[in-house]
T-cell receptor, first 114, second 114 residues
Framework: GQQLNQSPQSMFIQEGEDVSMNCTSS?????WLWYKQDPGEGPVLLIA?????ELTSNGRLTAQFGITRKDSFLNISASIPSDVGIYFC??????????????FGKGTKLSGIP | DSGVTQTPKHLITATGQRVTLRCSPR?????VYWYQQSLDQGLQFLIQ???????AKGNILERFSAQQFPDLHSELNLSSLELGDSALYFC?????????????FGEGSRLTVL
């Protein structure tokens, strides 16, 4: 099946730092998405990318859809305490019969340095 | 609040038992998806329904089954439970089958099998 390799698996962040994470796959996706999961909550969509090469921002978050359609990255600038959580990349692909499938990476856990 | 309601929030049961998890999608959403989240595996897609019909199947065990009712709520049935079934089970919904890739997740049902 399709697999997404997300890295890093975890990282500690200090307030004000910039953070980068990425997602790669051996499969091509026609949409890349980034979700964030806060403790005790379900994932929430942050950014969706629909075209290869597309660069999209949402506040301090910037994400890009790789030219090969097999990768994507997410940057968080000037991190703040509420940025901690688990970030998931997801790739959307057509699964037939008018349906699409969403494949998730295993997540990047951002923790704050106490 | 995503608008997706899942019950129960927590469930503790014994091996060999059967449980039912319930999901009410966002008002107007016709598609329902079930995901399993374990510590090491990220979000694993189980099954998708659209307007009462099964649309896609992921890594769902034969001991698990699901259905979507005419009022669009969905139930995930887990039987002959094993220790390894302990996980967070998420329901998500969307208007149509992932045309944009955006899913709205509930807060999850945490299942503990002892």
């Amino acid at each position: 099946g399709q697999q997404l390799n997300q890295s890093p698996q975890s990282m500690f962040i200090q307030e004000g730092e910039d953070v980068s994470m990425n997602c790669t796959s051996s499969s091509i996706f026609n949409t890349w998405l980034w979700y964030k999961q806060d403790p005790g909550e379900g994932p929430v969509l942050l950014i969706a990318l629909y075209k290869a090469g597309e660069l999209t921002s949402n506040g301090r978050l910037t994400a890009q859809f790789g030219i090969t359609r097999k990768d994507s990255f997410l940057n968080i600038s000037a991190s703040i305490p509420s940025d901690v959580g688990i970030y998931f990349c997801a790739g959307r692909s057509y699964s037939g019969a008018g349906s699409y499938q969403l494949t998730f990476g295993k997540g990047t856990k951002l923790s704050g340095i106490p | 609040d995503s608008g997706v309601t899942q019950t129960p929030k927590h469930l503790i049961t014994a091996t060999g038992q059967r449980v039912t998890l319930r999901c009410s999608p966002r008002s107007g959403d016709l598609s329902v998806y079930w995901y399993q989240q374990s510590l090491d595996q990220g979000l694993q897609f189980l099954i998708q329904y659209y307007n009462g019909e099964e649309r896609a199947k992921g890594n769902i065990l034969e001991r698990f089954s699901a259905q979507q009712f005419p009022d669009l709520h969905s139930e995930l049935n887990l039987s002959s439970l094993e220790l390894g079934d302990s996980a967070l089970y998420f329901c998500a919904s969307s208007v149509a089958p992932l045309y944009t890739g955006e899913l709205f997740f509930g807060e999850g049902s945490r299942l503990t099998v002892l």
